[in-house]
């Protein structure tokens, strides 16, 4: 059968919204991540920024060497959050089928919906007007047969574009003179990798004997297909993140594992907010610390699945007990992996300690119970209209430490 997808791309999505809330801003290099002299790295830039050449993931250092009259901020994930679920809530009065890649990007299967609301460039241009009219920014569109084409539409007139490859035909004149690196797949070593065997363009690819591919495995096959217009994934919805992880990187390397901890407390609270919101638990939580010569390491205990602050936070501090700091630490971080959908206790093995084991269980239930309650007060209010004595001497003794 064949399919329609709509690739629907937010433009700068975080800088727009921060546009959207202060219209000084427009026009102006616009750099989301962190201020000048701060660790960090670029989340998102406005395209006045771009010119620049500046994107996303390139230290700030950078950013500000190449565009030091820029407007450097921090995000406000929150903020954005709440924007992107007005998105997708948008979306999804068009259809079901949808694969959120991002907060700001998602895959829509319209196939069943074209009957219900016409043409696909027809849903594409609501999409569009409303997604500018309710939450004030704007996205890039794109329309295809499959998912590839659907992506690479809505790169092709950004910001604020929209754009249809209809078949494989189009396609295929579309990419072929093209760089290699813009075929589903191939990423910057694989590219290379190509260049080095004199494979710089997807024509180039395509003119290729298979059997030079092999030196790439089953890998080679697919990129062969996807540079030809086969592409047969489907959009899956709802599927499940495969981690959800914060990090924090400290304005001054410390050595005090205490400081490490109480850092991790308050990633460990946002973690749990993010994997109630999507109503996950994790069985792996995972500890990430990069030291101040760059290396990093990352420690890993599971168990029963958990998405309580209190119990990610309490396996993330055993891990820290157990590391010697080797140098002084530049970045720490939490992950809770191994995601499900539900809550299912490990099985144990009735004991004569039932009982005990019985009043220990009550424990757990009444802190996860206080647990939602603030989740719930976080959901309705936002992150800051409520945190408990133990976070407000966190904030300030993180912030003491690295004014000192």
């Not at 010119?51 to 230290?59: D, F």
Request: charged share 30%; with cysteine; hydrophobic share 35%.
């Amino acid at each position: 059968m064949n399919r329609t997808i709509i690739h629907v791309d937010m433009d700068a999505f975080f800088a727009a919204i921060e546009v959207r809330d202060n219209p000084e801003l427009r026009g102006k290099p616009l750099i989301i991540g962190a201020l000048p002299g701060e660790r960090g790295v670029v989340s998102t830039c406005s395209y006045e920024a771009r010119k620049y050449g500046i994107h996303s993931a390139m230290s700030v250092a950078e950013a500000y060497r190449r565009c030091p009259n820029g407007i450097y901020m921090h995000g406000n994930m929150r903020k954005y959050e709440k924007a992107s679920d007005e998105i997708h809530k948008i979306m999804l009065k068009f259809t079901d089928m949808i694969e959120f890649v991002a907060l700001d990007e998602g895959y829509m299967d319209v196939t069943n919906s074209l009957r219900l609301f016409g043409s696909a460039e027809k849903i594409g241009k609501q999409l569009k007007e409303e997604i500018l009219s309710k939450v004030g920014v704007t996205c890039s569109v794109g329309i295809s047969y499959c998912m590839m084409g659907a992506k690479l539409a809505s790169e092709e007139m950004k910001p604020d574009g929209f754009f249809v490859i209809p078949d494989k035909e189009a396609l295929r004149s579309l990419i072929r003179k093209r760089p290699v690196g813009v075929i589903y797949g191939i990423g910057i070593k694989t590219e290379e990798k190509l260049k080095q065997m004199g494979i710089e363009t997807v024509e180039d690819l395509i003119n290729t004997p298979a059997e030079k591919l092999k030196v790439f495995g089953a890998v080679g096959r697919e990129m062969l297909d996807f540079a030809l217009g086969n592409d047969d994934r489907r959009v899956v919805p709802a599927a499940l993140s495969k981690s959800i992880g914060r990090e924090y990187t400290f304005q001054e390397n410390i050595t005090e594992k205490s400081v490490m901890e109480e850092t991790l407390l308050m990633l460990c609270r946002d973690v749990s907010l993010r994997a109630k919101k999507q109503e996950l638990w994790g069985r792996t939580v995972t500890l990430k610390i990069k030291f101040s010569n760059m290396q990093s390491i990352t420690r890993s205990k599971t168990g029963e699945a958990i998405n309580s602050a209190k119990e990610i936070f309490a396996r993330a501090k055993e891990l820290l007990k157990d590391e010697r700091l080797r140098a002084s630490v530049r970045l720490v971080g939490v992950t809770l992996g191994n995601l499900q959908n539900s809550y299912e206790p490990q099985n144990r093995q009735l004991s004569l300690f039932d009982e005990i084991d019985g009043e220990e269980s009550t424990s757990k239930e009444k802190a996860r119970a206080l647990d939602d309650t603030i989740f719930e007060l976080h959901t309705k209010y936002g992150r800051n209209i409520l945190k408990t004595g133990k976070e407000l001497e966190v904030q300030q003794k993180i912030t003491s430490t690295e004014k000192n």
